[in-house]
């Protein structure tokens, strides 16, 4: 049987039991005071489409009388049907279902090709011309807009939704472009080199190697690109001059002259306007989360 001496006069250190427990306690309050702090944020957040949920099913009469704080005396919803049948919604929900959806596939494709060959490929001048992409990203719509006017008149696209179309795709094509070579500057080149040996060539690579590896970020920018182009006013409003070209955005804004603004009615329709953004985002709320989630791995 072993036995351990201790040194008279010398002190014995016991360690302090209650130490975890109190950092314990400290992180389970900051987390509760960044719970209601984010709480607090999304209630303010939620704010502006409660007052719009109101409004919408709130009579003229009702609004004139009590304002858009007051609630409404009967279920109105001469609003939505007016709505509907004014601005031809079927069609405006198809024009903007066409032209977000087409420039999220195209944009992500030329991304992908124009990343593939700045991030992989030994394209020469590579930071210049991802500074330059960058650049092209921080340009406002206000700038381009004229040029763009001009261009389409020139070449008979004009009032077109394939010259939307085509605009989007290269502007978020720059932001995709961008952020995909950033990606694929730092990709493995052991995998590069393996596929080189077995006899991969650069498509191969492409479509064997980058993009299943690129899957869950091309995945967030199809979505990010499908609800961007989803919401642009300024350069639908410029280009898509006929009824039956325009997008939900520019509808929406048709309802409103300068003398006379029907509230409910606008209520409403941002009502209508707002559910087939919100149906896909839920639909691809997995998708955009696992898609992160990847990134941050990675």
Do not use: C
């Amino acid at each position: 049987m072993a036995v351990t001496l201790i040194p008279t006069g010398s002190a014995v250190v016991t360690p302090r039991r209650n130490k975890p427990s109190r950092d314990r306690h400290r992180r389970g309050a900051a987390r509760w005071v960044v719970l209601a702090l984010v709480t607090l944020a999304a209630i303010a957040m939620l704010v502006p489409f409660a007052f719009m949920l109101l409004n919408a099913f709130k009579s003229p009469t009702d609004y004139s009388s009590g304002g858009p704080l007051s609630w409404p005396t009967e279920f109105y919803t001469k609003g939505l049907r007016t709505y509907w049948t004014t601005v031809n919604f079927p069609l405006k929900l198809w024009n903007s279902a066409l032209i977000a959806g087409s420039v999220a596939v195209l944009g992500v494709v030329v991304s992908l090709l124009n990343a593939y060959a700045l991030g992989i490929g030994r394209v020469r001048g590579r930071l210049w011309i991802v500074g330059l992409f960058l650049l092209a990203n921080m340009l406002p719509q206000e700038a381009l807009i004229y040029p763009l006017y001009y261009v389409a008149k020139e070449i008979g696209l004009y009032n077109t939704r394939l010259s939307v179309i085509i605009i989007f795709t290269v502007i978020q094509s720059a932001f995709g472009t961008y952020l995909l070579a950033s990606v694929l500057s730092t990709f493995p080149r052991s995998l590069l080199e393996a596929a080189s040996l077995d006899g991969a060539g650069k498509w191969t690579v492409l479509w064997r190697v980058v993009f299943p590896n690129l899957r869950p970020t091309l995945a967030v920018l199809l979505i990010f690109f499908f609800i961007w182009t989803w919401n642009e006013f300024l350069i639908p409003l410029v280009m898509l001059i006929d009824n039956q070209t325009q997008t939900i955005p520019v509808a929406l804004a048709s309802l409103q002259g300068d003398r006379l603004m029907d509230a409910p009615t606008t209520n409403a329709g941002a009502l209508i306007s707002l559910v087939p953004a919100i149906i896909f985002f839920l639909i691809f709320q997995r998708t955009l989360a696992r898609g992160i989630t990847a990134g941050a791995e990675k």
